[in-house]
T-cell receptor, first 112, second 114 residues
């Protein structure tokens, strides 16, 4: 079955700098790759997603890139702000079901 | 939280007692999920439902059962709670009519088994 690995587990960056979180997946049939943000005491919330027919997608300061050949995808946050501090999860799924396979999460710390 | 509520939000119980957690949605979404979240493990799927009375196991289903008698309610039962089931439990919903497989999450239930 599908397996998703996420790195790093903790990332500390200076406010204003960029942050990059990387995930790899094992099932070449996976075609949907969302990223979720979880703030303290809340459930995860979708922030951006990408399908396998697209190599990159941007939404303001957030971007996701996908390399299907290498089976990895990354989340890029530019000009980080204090409110970006949270835990970020990547996930993957295919068309065959509505289950998401989740990475273990990355705690992003923005230093003032 | 996209019309999803979980009850109770916090519960402390003793080993060996039965516990039922409730997830209620007002979105009429077809799919409902129960996850547990533990440090270092991210989100792990316990059970999910793809319709009324239609459920299936996830990767960590041992010791848990579920029921869905109505579209809006999905119950998670720990028949005899153990300390290893101390965790934060999240309910999520999704629907085939949505673009992609976006899941919407409830606020979570923190369960402590003493």
């Amino acid at each position: 079955g599908e397996n998703v690995e996420q790195h790093p587990s903790t990332l500390s960056v200076q406010e204003g700098d960029s942050a990059v979180i990387k995930c790899t997946y094992s099932d070449s049939a996976s075609n949907y790759f969302p990223w979720y943000k979880q703030e303290l005491g809340k459930g995860p919330q979708l922030i951006i997603d990408i399908r396998s027919n697209v190599g990159e997608k941007k939404d303001q300061r957030i971007a996701v890139t996908l390399n299907k050949t290498a089976k990895h995808f990354s989340l890029h946050i530019t000009e980080t702000q204090p409110e970006d501090s949270a835990v970020y999860f990547c996930a993957a799924s295919g068309d065959s079901n509505y289950q998401l396979i989740w990475g273990a999460g990355t705690k992003l710390i923005i230093k003032p | 939280d996209a019309g999803i509520t979980q009850s109770p939000r916090h519960k402390v119980t003793e080993t060996g007692t039965p516990v039922t957690l409730r997830c209620h949605q007002t979105e009429n979404h077809r799919y409902m999920y129960w996850y547990r979240q533990d440090p270092g493990h991210g989100l792990r799927l316990i059970h999910y439902s793809y319709g009324v009375k239609d459920t299936d196991k996830g990767e960590v289903s041992d010791g848990y059962s579920v029921s869905r008698s109505k579209t809006e309610d999905f119950l998670l039962t720990l028949e005899s709670a153990t300390s290893s089931q101390t965790s934060v439990y999240f309910c999520a919903i999704s629907d085939p009519g949505l673009v992609g497989n976006e899941q919407f999450f409830g606020p979570g239930t923190r369960l402590t088994v003493l």
